[in-house]
């Protein structure tokens, strides 16, 4: 069984050694919720960045609040998205605009609405990467949990619709992404920023056998279904968890506070 390792770097400092040679190129996602506090750390890990719709208003409302001691200005011409992407109903026409002279790329894709703003965005991006690049690529997605439940669930489904494509949803207090099926997966746990509480749900279907180590509830075998038993407010122990399963499950895990 092929293994698939997993780690939150995105949520620990830029070091030069990971900017010569990062083991995984990362793009972002900013769609229309409240930023994180650690935005500004996320947009540095993310060589590729994409507003979907309302998002652009995120970025240009809420970056200067994140860094305060800073000149609202310089902040904004210096975080400016690669493109903005989605059916354009929820970006302001100012906030359009200042990004439109700055360079930024606008792909107003109103007449699709069958599909949401960050699916759009996640499509863009893998668009632009080319299929050598596309098994490295990570897409950091801010403002993607909390909130609306419709598009909450939403964010979730594009998970399982790019279940080929690395995703994470993040908020300010955790972060979820797809474990495939069928895969040997290792996820590495940073607990200066991350855990200690987690969970494994099946997404899609059942889970007729799941096996884990490294957590306090540990899986051994177990069948999992909505309905039934799913692994919510588990404890991450160790510095690694280990998770293999039949179906797709969702990883989560709480991000700490500072
Ligand atoms: N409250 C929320 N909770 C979770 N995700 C959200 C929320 N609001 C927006 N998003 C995400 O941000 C993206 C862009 O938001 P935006 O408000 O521009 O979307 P929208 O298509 O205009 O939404 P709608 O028309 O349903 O209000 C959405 O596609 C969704 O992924
Ligand atoms: C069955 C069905 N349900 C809802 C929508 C509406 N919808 C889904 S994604 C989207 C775009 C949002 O930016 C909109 C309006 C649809 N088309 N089909």
Redesign the pocket.
């Given at each position: 069984m092929e293994s698939l390792s997993h780690s939150s770097t995105f949520l620990l400092p830029v070091t030069p050694p990971e900017k010569n040679r990062p083991p995984l190129s990362n793009a972002l996602v900013i769609?229309?919720?409240r930023l994180p506090r650690f935005a500004s750390l996320l947009w540095e890990h993310a060589p590729i960045r994409v507003c979907?719709?309302?998002?652009a208003n995120r970025l240009y409302d809420e970056m200067p609040l994140l860094l305060p001691h800073e000149d609202a200005s310089h902040v904004r011409t210096r975080y400016v998205p690669d493109a903005i992407k989605?059916?354009m109903?929820?970006?302001r026409s100012e906030v359009l605009d200042f990004y439109k002279v700055l360079g930024t790329e606008i792909i107003d894709e109103s007449h699709d609405q069958d599909t949401?703003?960050?699916h759009k965005s996640v499509a863009y991006i893998r668009d632009c990467t080319s299929d050598t690049d596309k098994s490295s690529l990570r897409i950091l997605v801010t403002?993607?949990?909390?909130?609306?439940f419709?598009?909450?669930i939403?964010?979730i489904n594009v998970l399982c619709r790019f279940s080929d494509t690395r995703i994470i949803l993040l908020s300010d207090d955790c972060l979820v992404h797809l474990l495939p099926m069928n895969y040997h997966h290792k996820i590495y746990i940073h607990s200066s920023v991350e855990g200690p509480h987690c969970g494994l749900i099946p997404i899609g279907m059942p889970s007729g056998s799941s096996t884990t180590t490294g957590l306090k509830w540990d899986l051994n075998e177990t069948k999992m279904k909505f309905g039934g038993l799913v692994s919510t407010s588990n404890i991450v122990e160790g510095d690694v968890v280990t998770v293999q399963s039949d179906s797709d499950l969702l990883w989560t895990i709480s991000i700490k506070k500072p």
């Amino acid at each position: 069984m092929e293994s698939l390792s997993h780690s939150s770097t995105f949520l620990l400092p830029v070091t030069p050694p990971e900017k010569n040679r990062p083991p995984l190129s990362n793009a972002l996602v900013i769609l229309n919720q409240r930023l994180p506090r650690f935005a500004s750390l996320l947009w540095e890990h993310a060589p590729i960045r994409v507003c979907a719709d309302g998002g652009a208003n995120r970025l240009y409302d809420e970056m200067p609040l994140l860094l305060p001691h800073e000149d609202a200005s310089h902040v904004r011409t210096r975080y400016v998205p690669d493109a903005i992407k989605g059916d354009m109903d929820s970006i302001r026409s100012e906030v359009l605009d200042f990004y439109k002279v700055l360079g930024t790329e606008i792909i107003d894709e109103s007449h699709d609405q069958d599909t949401t703003d960050l699916h759009k965005s996640v499509a863009y991006i893998r668009d632009c990467t080319s299929d050598t690049d596309k098994s490295s690529l990570r897409i950091l997605v801010t403002g993607a949990l909390g909130g609306r439940f419709d598009h909450e669930i939403g964010n979730i489904n594009v998970l399982c619709r790019f279940s080929d494509t690395r995703i994470i949803l993040l908020s300010d207090d955790c972060l979820v992404h797809l474990l495939p099926m069928n895969y040997h997966h290792k996820i590495y746990i940073h607990s200066s920023v991350e855990g200690p509480h987690c969970g494994l749900i099946p997404i899609g279907m059942p889970s007729g056998s799941s096996t884990t180590t490294g957590l306090k509830w540990d899986l051994n075998e177990t069948k999992m279904k909505f309905g039934g038993l799913v692994s919510t407010s588990n404890i991450v122990e160790g510095d690694v968890v280990t998770v293999q399963s039949d179906s797709d499950l969702l990883w989560t895990i709480s991000i700490k506070k500072p």
